[in-house]
C-alpha cells in the first residue's frame, strides 16, 4: 500500500509539471508566433499547479523536504524528543483535518450550486478536488511518520542538517583546495 502511495505520488507530480510545461510552451508558441492562443490555457496551468502544489506537499513530508527548525528539539533527550515530535504531529494532523472538513464542505457547496470553471466547461469541483486529495495523502503521510516515531524507527520529521551538510561541503572544497595547492607546489 505504501509502495503504491509513492508510485502515485511521483506518477501524479511527474505527470503534472510534463502536461503544464507543455501547455505553457504551446499557448507561447501559439501566442508569439502564430498570434493566436487558447482561452482555457491559463486556467487549466492554474489549477494543475494546485493539484502539484498540494501532492507535493504529501511528497515532501515523505522526502523531508519541508522547512524545519528542529534546533531546539535537537538538544532535548531523546524521550522529550519524541514526545515533541508526536505533539507537532499531532498538531499538523488537526491541520489536515481542518483543511480536509473546511474543503469537502466547500466541494460539496460547489457541487450543489454547479459552477463551472470560467474559460472550461468542467465543473469547479471537479477542479478544486485537489484540496480533499492533497491534504488526504497529507494526513497519511503524518500518521506514517507518527506510527515510525511512536515504534522508533524514526527520531523526527526527517528535516535535512542544513548546517551539517554545509559544513560537509565546506570540508569537500576545503580538501580539494588542498589538492590543488599540492599540485602547484
Same mark, same amino acid.
Given at each position: *500500500?505504501?509502495?503504491?502511495?509513492?508510485?502515485?505520488?511521483?506518477?501524479?507530480?511527474?505527470?503534472?509539471?510534463?502536461? =503544464?510545461?507543455?501547455?505553457?510552451?504551446?499557448?507561447?508558441?501559439?501566442?508569439?508566433?502564430?498570434?493566436?492562443?487558447?482561452?482555457?490555457?491559463?486556467?487549466?496551468?492554474?489549477? =494543475?499547479?494546485? &493539484?502539484?502544489?498540494? *501532492? #507535493?506537499?504529501? &511528497?515532501?513530508?515523505?522526502? #523531508?523536504?519541508?522547512?524545519?527548525?528542529?534546533?531546539?528539539? /535537537?538538544?532535548?533527550?531523546?524521550?522529550?524528543?519524541?514526545?515533541?515530535?508526536?505533539?507537532?504531529?499531532?498538531?499538523?494532523?488537526?491541520?489536515?483535518?481542518?483543511? +480536509?472538513?473546511?474543503?469537502?464542505?466547500?466541494?460539496?457547496? *460547489?457541487? *450543489?450550486?454547479?459552477?463551472?470553471?470560467?474559460? =472550461?466547461?468542467?465543473?469547479?469541483?471537479?477542479?478544486?478536488?485537489?484540496?480533499?486529495? #492533497?491534504?488526504?495523502?497529507?494526513? +497519511?503521510?503524518?500518521?506514517?511518520?507518527?506510527?515510525?516515531?511512536?515504534?522508533?524507527?524514526?527520531?523526527?520529521?526527517?528535516?535535512?542538517?542544513?548546517?551539517?551538510?554545509? =559544513?560537509?561541503?565546506?570540508?569537500?572544497?576545503?580538501?580539494?583546495?588542498?589538492? /590543488?595547492?599540492?599540485?602547484? /607546489?
Amino acid at each position: *500500500m505504501v509502495q503504491f502511495l509513492h508510485r502515485f505520488e511521483e506518477a501524479g507530480i511527474g505527470l503534472l509539471l510534463v502536461a =503544464m510545461t507543455l501547455l505553457v510552451f504551446f499557448e507561447v508558441i501559439l501566442r508569439f508566433f502564430f498570434n493566436e492562443g487558447l482561452l482555457w490555457a491559463q486556467e487549466l496551468t492554474l489549477y =494543475m499547479s494546485a &493539484w502539484l502544489v498540494l *501532492m #507535493g506537499a504529501s &511528497w515532501g513530508l515523505r522526502e #523531508g523536504a519541508h522547512i524545519g527548525v528542529d534546533a531546539l528539539v /535537537k538538544h532535548l533527550p531523546t524521550g522529550t524528543q519524541k514526545v515533541v515530535t508526536l505533539i507537532a504531529l499531532g498538531g499538523c494532523l488537526a491541520y489536515c483535518g481542518l483543511f +480536509l472538513y473546511g474543503s469537502w464542505i466547500y466541494l460539496s457547496k *460547489m457541487r *450543489m450550486i454547479g459552477i463551472e470553471m470560467e474559460d =472550461m466547461p468542467i465543473e469547479k469541483w471537479k477542479a478544486m478536488s485537489c484540496l480533499v486529495l #492533497g491534504f488526504a495523502l497529507l494526513a +497519511l503521510r503524518v500518521f506514517s511518520l507518527g506510527y515510525e516515531v511512536w515504534t522508533g524507527k524514526r527520531a523526527g520529521f526527517g528535516f535535512i542538517d542544513e548546517a551539517k551538510e554545509s =559544513m560537509h561541503l565546506a570540508q569537500e572544497l576545503e580538501a580539494e583546495y588542498d589538492a /590543488k595547492e599540492g599540485q602547484n /607546489k
